[in-house]
């Protein structure tokens, strides 16, 4: 079975600084990878995915994503962060054997510094 | 994008009473709908599985006769939470996937679910 481990739980940046939030899986093959936004009391918002192909996805809100396979990870950047970019995210794999069932990370918590 | 509505946004009842949520994708044809439940700053846990005319797939630990799941379109999925007591407080959302590829589900914005 497959699993998600965000290693982060809480993280606290400055505005303008660079956020790199962390993002290990665990799957045999090639999974489906995805990154979620949620914002207090909201659903979630999907901000970039990964199916194939190019490892570095780009995202809305200025976000990017790189797959890199020998590591196991997913990890999502952003160069400048905006207080509005406080939130909860969430990084999810899709296995291709799963149908269309998602696991979840812990979440990693983003706090930003004015 | 795909959209997807869940009513009510918020809801509170009272202990013993029964709760309908309900779960529509509004613009595409959803074969599968998944229901969460989210405790507070923590991650989502699916709880069940729907697929269109068939009966739902529970997770392990979760009650079926409390948490009734209908899934009875393409477009409408519903979870009624059956005797509600205040440990049912939570965040549901649901998510819809058209089955088309890749896993992808896109997700309504949640259920506040307050049991006095």
């Known amino acids: 079975a497959q699993s998600v481990t965000q290693p982060d739980i809480h993280i606290t940046v400055s505005e303008g600084a660079s956020l790199e939030l962390r993002c290990n899986y665990s799957?045999?093959?090639?999974?489906?990878l995805f990154w979620y936004v949620q914002s207090p009391g909201q659903g979630l918002q999907l901000l970039l995915k990964?199916?194939?192909?190019?490892?570095l996805v780009q995202g809305i809100k200025g976000f990017e994503a790189e797959f890199k396979r020998s590591q196991s990870s997913f990890n999502l950047r952003k160069p400048s962060v905006h207080w509005s970019d406080a939130a909860e995210y969430f990084c999810?794999?899709?296995?291709?054997?799963?149908?269309?069932?998602?696991?979840f990370g812990g979440g990693t918590r983003l706090m930003v510094k004015p | 994008g795909a959209v997807v509505s869940q009513h009510p946004s918020r809801v509170i009842c009272k202990s013993g009473t029964s709760v309908k949520i309900e779960c529509r994708s509004l613009?595409?044809?959803?074969?599968?709908m998944f229901w969460y439940r989210q405790f507070p700053k923590k991650s989502l846990m699916l709880m069940a599985t729907?697929?269109?005319?068939?009966?739902?797939?529970?997770e392990q630990g979760v009650e079926k006769d409390k948490f009734l799941i209908n899934h009875a379109s393409l477009t409408l999925s519903t979870l009624t939470v059956t005797s509600a007591h205040p440990e049912d407080s939570s965040f549901y959302i649901c998510?819809?996937?058209?089955?088309?590829?890749?896993?992808?589900?896109?997700f309504g914005p949640g259920t506040r679910l307050t049991v006095l």
């Open positions: 998510s819809a996937a058209s089955g088309t590829a890749y896993n992808e589900q896109f």
């Open positions: 799957y045999g093959a090639t999974p489906y």
């Open positions: 990964y199916f194939s192909g190019d490892t």
């Open positions: 999810a794999v899709g296995a291709t054997d799963a149908g269309n069932m998602l696991t």
């Open positions: 613009d595409f044809q959803a074969t599968t």
């Open positions: 729907s697929n269109e005319g068939s009966k739902a797939t529970y």
